[in-house]
């Protein structure tokens, strides 16, 4: 039910819903009923008009007596019915007492109701709304026995009415505000137990969205299950369209896994070929150093660079066959080992490799023992100080440190040098990813893209973690590798 969901919609939209039929039928009620009970007054008027006050008696003929009650035009209220009666003498029929008198202006606005069979709705100043029916009189003066005729208004008070209708819209009301709290719980319980299945989808989804994708055996377990996957739903369709969809995922998934297991065979297998020829090259070309006197400078510079390339070449096929085996499970020797030496080893031989930088190093007091193999260890780290010497201008200051951080061995190569470009930041670890040719050093060489390959590829197989911090200012790698137990 938070904020934006589809059963905080549903919920809300259905109890909506309800409360608009809720209160349409409450409306529809209270008129219906305002119409019976004004009905029900018009009634009563139909059958009193005629006859005015119960001490006079009515004629055969329909006539009424009508006794001598002198001059005047007098409106009476007597008890709830509203009797009014004029004669063309200007007579006036019974009251029951002077204090039901009407006001003269409540007179004048009867005097001035037309003649009608059907009654009409007036509101009189001081007795409020009142149901008024106006009819022909036709009676005999009881004292000279003349016929007369006349207006006669017969009228009673519409709180007959709206008294109840009151009390009907107030229980109206009260039912209404319970049938939205109904219609409010019962929706939430119904879209709950409605939408358990596309929750149960959303789950699935996430568990998905959790794994390891990326790189290595590729599966996908997760699967939406069986009863959610029911082509009559609509939910149904999706998780069965879901469950297809992460049948596909999983084939490509496994083409790509072995078309880069092609690749890395093809790669190991290259790169295993090639040693012997590149060594065969670098000793033919060692061989000639003997003679380089004898030829002519152009000869001898051609088969200096040859061996230089040649021994390029190796490196990098060396390199290539070490992610290789890593690839295909790592073959280290894990041992305790005392990275405070290799870590000074590595900034030692740094330092001879780039005089022309500044070289810091920090260590602890206490010896750093991590679980790991001490030759590659070392590789990691010159790797990280050969990249900092290739890709920063003379003069930069490179800082390693080593310490324990939180059962983990940390070691940290920044320099204050121009930075990674954003272009390439998030990718630097992976394989052949290369800085454009202007920020190598001159004299340097092109990088061939696998040094810092090779460091999270390492510092993986120990189960650590290899992260990089860089902007305009500097750059900072950080390797952690396991501490080993100790005892």
Same mark, same amino acid.
């Given at each position: 039910?938070?904020?934006?969901?589809?059963?905080?919609?549903?919920?809300?939209?259905?109890?909506?819903?309800?409360?608009?039929?809720?209160?349409?039928?409450?409306?529809?009620?209270?008129?219906?009923?305002?119409?019976?009970?004004?009905?029900?007054?018009?009634?009563?008027?139909?059958?009193?008009?005629?006859?005015?006050?119960?001490?006079?008696?009515?004629?055969?003929?329909?006539?009424?007596?009508?006794?001598?009650?002198?001059?005047?035009?007098?409106?009476?209220?007597?008890?709830?019915?509203?009797?009014?009666?004029?004669?063309?003498?200007?007579?006036?029929?019974?009251?029951?007492?002077?204090?039901?008198?009407?006001?003269?202006?409540?007179?004048?606005?009867?005097?001035?109701?037309?003649?009608?069979?059907?009654?009409?709705?007036?509101?009189?100043?001081?007795?409020?709304?009142?149901?008024?029916?106006?009819?022909?009189?036709?009676?005999?003066?009881?004292?000279?026995?003349?016929?007369?005729?006349?207006?006669?208004?017969?009228?009673?008070?519409?709180?007959?009415?709206?008294?109840?209708?009151?009390?009907?819209?107030?229980?109206?009301?009260?039912?209404?505000?319970?049938?939205?709290?109904?219609?409010?719980?019962?929706?939430?319980?119904?879209?709950?137990?409605?939408?358990?299945?596309?929750?149960?989808?959303? #789950? @699935? +989804? %996430?568990?998905? /969205?959790?794994? $390891?994708?990326? &790189?290595?055996?590729?599966?996908?377990? *997760?699967?939406?299950?069986?009863?959610?996957?029911?082509?009559?739903?609509?939910?149904?369709?999706?998780?069965?369209?879901?469950?297809?969809?992460?049948?596909?995922?999983?084939?490509?998934?496994?083409?790509?896994?072995?078309?880069?297991?092609?690749?890395?065979?093809?790669?190991?297998?290259?790169?295993?070929?090639?040693?012997?020829?590149?060594?065969?090259?670098?000793?033919?070309?060692?061989?000639?150093?003997?003679?380089?006197?004898?030829?002519?400078? #152009? @000869? +001898? %510079?051609?088969? /200096?660079?040859? $061996?230089?390339? &040649?021994?390029?070449?190796?490196?990098? *096929?060396?390199?290539?066959?070490?992610?290789?085996?890593?690839?295909?499970?790592?073959?280290?020797?894990?041992?305790?080992?005392?990275?405070?030496?290799?870590?000074?080893?590595?900034?030692?031989?740094?330092?001879?490799?780039?005089?022309?930088?500044?070289?810091?190093?920090?260590?602890?007091?206490?010896?750093?023992?991590?679980?790991?193999?001490?030759?590659?260890?070392?590789?990691?780290?010159?790797?990280?100080?050969?990249?900092?010497?290739?890709?920063?201008?003379?003069?930069?200051?490179? /800082?390693?440190?080593?310490?324990?951080?939180?059962?983990?061995?940390?070691?940290?190569?920044?320099?204050?040098?121009?930075?990674?470009?954003?272009?390439?930041?998030?990718?630097?670890?992976?394989?052949?990813?290369?800085?454009?040719?202007?920020?190598?050093?001159?004299?340097?060489?092109?990088?061939?893209?696998?040094?810092?390959?090779?460091?999270?590829?390492?510092?993986?197989?120990?189960?650590?973690?290899?992260?990089?911090?860089?902007?305009?200012?500097?750059?900072?790698?950080?390797?952690?590798?396991?501490?080993?137990?100790?005892?």
């Amino acid at each position: 039910m938070g904020r934006g969901t589809l059963s905080r919609q549903l919920v809300l939209r259905v109890t909506l819903l309800v409360a608009l039929v809720a209160v349409a039928l409450s409306g529809l009620t209270a008129v219906a009923a305002y119409s019976i009970l004004q009905g029900q007054i018009d009634q009563t008027l139909q059958s009193r008009s005629g006859v005015p006050d119960s001490r006079h008696g009515t004629v055969p003929d329909g006539k009424t007596n009508l006794p001598d009650r002198g001059p005047g035009d007098t409106g009476q209220q007597i008890g709830m019915l509203l009797y009014y009666s004029l004669t063309d003498y200007g007579r006036v029929l019974t009251g029951t007492s002077e204090s039901d008198n009407l006001t003269a202006d409540e007179n004048a606005l009867l005097k001035a109701l037309p003649v009608s069979n059907t009654p009409v709705t007036v509101q009189l100043p001081n007795h409020g709304a009142y149901r008024v029916l106006v009819r022909p009189l036709s009676a005999v003066d009881l004292s000279t026995g003349a016929s007369v005729t006349g207006t006669q208004v017969v009228g009673l008070p519409m709180s007959q009415a709206i008294r109840p209708l009151r009390d009907l819209l107030l229980a109206a009301a009260a039912l209404t505000l319970a049938a939205i709290a109904l219609a409010y719980v019962a929706a939430r319980r119904v879209v709950g137990s409605s939408l358990q299945p596309l929750q149960r989808l959303a #789950n @699935t +989804a %996430h568990q998905v /969205s959790q794994l $390891e994708l990326h &790189s290595g055996e590729v599966e996908v377990p *997760v699967r939406v299950p069986g009863p959610d996957t029911d082509p009559r739903s609509e939910v149904g369709q999706v998780g069965l369209a879901f469950n297809h969809m992460l049948d596909n995922v999983e084939g490509a998934l496994s083409a790509r896994q072995r078309s880069e297991m092609k690749v890395r065979q093809f790669v190991a297998d290259a790169s295993h070929e090639l040693r012997n020829p590149l060594a065969s090259i670098r000793g033919y070309a060692e061989l000639t150093r003997r003679e380089r006197a004898d030829v002519p400078p #152009n @000869t +001898a %510079h051609a088969l /200096s660079r040859i $061996e230089s390339e &040649s021994a390029r070449m190796s490196s990098l *096929v060396e390199d290539l066959l070490l992610l290789a085996r890593l690839d295909s499970g790592p073959n280290l020797t894990m041992t305790p080992t005392h990275l405070n030496e290799i870590v000074a080893n590595a900034v030692s031989d740094a330092q001879v490799a780039g005089p022309d930088h500044e070289w810091e190093l920090s260590l602890p007091a206490s010896d750093v023992v991590a679980v790991g193999d001490p030759f590659r260890l070392l590789q990691v780290i010159s790797n990280l100080l050969a990249n900092a010497r290739t890709h920063t201008p003379a003069g930069t200051l490179v /800082s390693t440190s080593l310490s324990a951080e939180g059962g983990f061995a940390v070691v940290r190569v920044a320099d204050n040098g121009p930075g990674i470009p954003a272009s390439i930041r998030d990718k630097v670890f992976e394989r052949f990813t290369r800085a454009d040719a202007s920020r190598v050093r001159s004299g340097q060489g092109q990088s061939t893209g696998l040094g810092l390959a090779i460091v999270a590829a390492v510092v993986a197989a120990h189960r650590g973690t290899a992260s990089v911090d860089s902007n305009d200012h500097g750059t900072t790698f950080t390797i952690r590798i396991p501490l080993a137990v100790a005892g």
